[in-house]
């Protein structure tokens, strides 16, 4: 008899039809892109997600590198949803990286997104958005390119 393969654990989105599809939602501890061009409700989908573990009473962090604490709580009220409320209650993290930020996390590891994920027991984290962390590789890619071309020049 053939033996039953086990399905791993998940973690559900808060969207009922993505749910269905996803036998569940997210697998337990994965990493999951949300892409897509400006306007396409990224972040919303981002914040139902995080809204939905608070909502079950679980630790979340959100970390925003582009959208300010206050307009992102004002902005999705209009969705009925009280971030700040959960925060108060101490559930929820709310981190602001400026991309000064973002470039000595890279360069000294976790930094405080580790620091708060271990010590508040943090069960969902989301990152919003990817955008700064790629402008900062690409300023980076083009210094070193000319340090390159510099240093051929003068050979």
């Known amino acids: 008899m ?3 393969i086990k399905q791993p654990a998940r973690v559900p989105t808060g969207i009922q039809n993505l749910d269905s599809l996803t036998e569940g939602g997210f697998e337990k501890n994965s990493v999951n892109i949300i892409a897509g061009p400006t306007g396409s409700a990224k972040t919303i989908f981002a914040a139902q997600f995080i ?35 959960f925060e108060k209650k101490g559930l929820l993290t709310f981190l ?14 976790g930094g405080m997104i580790e620091t708060v994920a271990l010590t508040k ?33 003068n050979q």
Request: with cysteine; net charge negative.
């Open 2 to 4: 053939p033996t039953k």
């Open 51 to 85: 809204m939905d573990g608070l909502k079950r009473g679980e630790p979340c962090l959100y970390v925003s590198f582009e959208e300010k604490k206050s307009q992102f709580y004002e902005n999705m009220l209009d969705f009925d949803w009280d971030f700040e409320s």
């Open 96 to 109: 602001e990286y400026t991309p000064e930020k973002v470039n000595l996390m890279i360069e000294e590891g």
């Open 121 to 153: 027991k943090i069960s969902r984290i989301v990152i919003d958005s990817l955008n700064p962390f790629s402008l900062l590789f690409e300023k980076k890619l083009e210094k070193l390119k000319v340090r390159i071309e510099r240093e051929k020049h």
